[in-house]
């Protein structure tokens, strides 16, 4: 078997297997090489086999297998390089399992999961990139454990048909529609997330809020968001590698809470110089 298997340097592909209902096989696999397709697999239950993985340096492609109970295999995985779509597995009701996902460097996409009730688990993503598709989960509630994902790398947000949906407010979603960083479809779901008036109405009453979890983010903010001298909400910094605050000199007002570290705190952090325009 594959009980001794660390690297695949290529592609893994588990398709259109309609009686496995386990894999055991992959116990000391750490990186995916390519992409990695889980489809079409009827009877398939579990991914137990991939409790090690580590690293995805291509696209984690999950799709269609009604069986699947729960993501476990997936306990240890930090980074998928590539994007992460995850389409018409109907018995999966949260991605708790993906507690250790740290990075994602391209779109998230989550359509047609018929038993999925939030995106808990996604507490540790730092980020999504290029598209971020939420539709058609017929018993979703909550997208909050995406609220901490930075924003500015989203062009496009498309949150549709998800029926018990009714708060799509949460801060990254608020802060793209304050600073117009990506093309915004909001439609046909629930109450307050209804369509992109009234997740606009909401988010104007909780004000423009900022999380810094990275050096790169903070690097990055004079411009993705300009200007940004005014920050109507709250401002948290908290990252293991910030080391420096000086790209934050443009904002001179902030109408809400500033924090600085919490959590595990700012242990790079040795001058707050970069805030010395705050009036």
Known sequence: GFTNLQLIEGDLQITDNVSITEINDFPALIDVAGDFSLENNDALQNLNAFSGLISIAGDLNIKNNPSLEDLLGFSQLEFISGSFLFESNHSIQSFSDFATLQQLNGSMHILNNEQLLDLNGFEELDAIYDSLLIENNLNLASIEGISQTYPYYLSYINIANNPLLSNCSVLSICNTISNGFAELVIENNALACLNENAVSLLCDSLGMSLLFTSQEEIDAFPSVCNPC???????????????????LS???????????????????????SGLDNLN
């Open 229 to 247: 001298d005014s920050i109507s909400g709250f401002v948290q910094i908290q990252g293991n590698v910030i080391t420096n605050l000086d790209s």
């Open 250 to 272: 443009s904002i001179v007002s902030i109408e809400g809470s500033i924090m600085i570290g919490g959590g595990a705190g700012n242990p790079m952090l040795t001058s707050v």
